[in-house]
């Protein structure tokens, strides 16, 4: 499910980008490439995930040192109704305290480091998300920058960004919990609000509504319904083709 949890969490910050002021297409890209990204930061908790292989050795002992943790605070917490599990996948890292948490930290390495952070985690959250849909995203990113130093200031873009980067890393984690709420195992996104006797309840929808990750919904429905949404919310993209639609010579031929 990697590839929908970073389209979705793209889609989500083209959303939201202008309501913090992100309205240039230089601040919504950032914007929205860090929300993308760390879409998938709460399967490091998998050790098989792309992001807990993604630096090797690094971000496998981080992965490690996740699981640790969560089986242990899960062991801690756990309601009379809770499942009898390890507490590893989808705890710890799956819940809002997490979410909140990654923010908070990427808001204070912000402000204290400048656009120079800013830039370290929307890289970060670049290449999270390359690795993901694939390296294509690579050189779509490598042109991204290039654009980015001929057409405008990245140190100011950016800059208007400290602070606001933290939301997009909460954001991304959200999503991905979000996301995972609509699968058939669910995810306990409020932990460690207690809900019928359970600490770490699993929130989805109906059955009926459910889909199973990897398959036929995810990959028919979901996924491409997503792919449209990414290139529409893009700024400016719909008005322009709402300008093309209504083109006199657009009309003409109608």
């Keep these: 499910m990697g590839r929908t949890h970073a389209?979705?969490?793209?889609?989500?910050?083209?959303?939201?980008?202008?309501?913090?002021?992100?309205?240039?297409?230089?601040?919504?890209?950032?914007?929205a490439a860090t929300t993308a990204g760390f879409a998938l930061l709460p399967d490091l908790d998998h050790p098989g995930a792309g992001a807990s292989k993604l630096l090797g050795p690094v971000t496998g002992g981080l992965s490690w040192l996740l699981r640790r943790t969560s089986a242990a605070v899960y062991q801690v917490t756990k309601g009379p109704r809770d499942e009898r599990v390890k507490g590893t996948h989808r705890h710890l890292s799956h819940t809002v305290l997490f979410a909140a948490a990654m923010g908070a930290l990427a808001t204070w390495g912000s402000r204290a480091g400048g656009w120079y952070a800013v830039a370290g985690i929307v890289l970060f959250g670049?290449?999270?998300?390359?690795?993901?849909?694939?390296?294509?995203?690579?050189f779509v990113g490598g042109g991204a920058v290039v654009w980015w130093a001929t057409t405008t200031s990245a140190a100011g873009e950016l800059q208007q960004l400290t602070g606001w980067v933290?939301?997009?890393?909460?954001?991304?984690?959200?999503?991905?919990?979000?996301?995972?709420?609509?699968?058939?195992?669910?995810?306990?996104?409020?932990?460690?609000?207690?809900?019928?006797?359970?600490?770490?309840?699993?929130?989805?929808?109906?059955?009926?509504?459910?889909?199973?990750?990897?398959?036929?919904?995810?990959?028919?429905?979901v996924f491409p319904v997503c792919a449209v949404l990414g290139v529409l919310l893009v700024p400016g993209v719909w008005e322009w083709l709402v300008s093309l639609v209504s083109h006199p010579a657009v009309q003409a031929g109608n």
Excluded at 8 to 26: D, E, M, R
Excluded at 133 to 138: C, E, F, K, Q, V
Excluded at 189 to 205: D, K, N, Q, S
């Design 7 to 31: 389209l979705t969490g793209w889609c989500t910050g083209l959303a939201i980008a202008p309501v913090i002021g992100a309205g240039t297409v230089h601040q919504a890209a950032a914007f």
């Design 126 to 138: 670049m290449v999270l998300a390359a690795d993901a849909l694939g390296d294509w995203l690579l």
């Design 166 to 221: 933290g939301l997009a890393v909460a954001l991304g984690c959200v999503t991905h919990c979000l996301g995972d709420s609509l699968t058939v195992a669910g995810c306990p996104f409020l932990f460690p609000v207690p809900i019928a006797g359970e600490t770490w309840y699993e929130l989805r929808p109906p059955s009926f509504l459910r889909f199973r990750t990897g398959k036929r919904a995810e990959n028919l429905v």
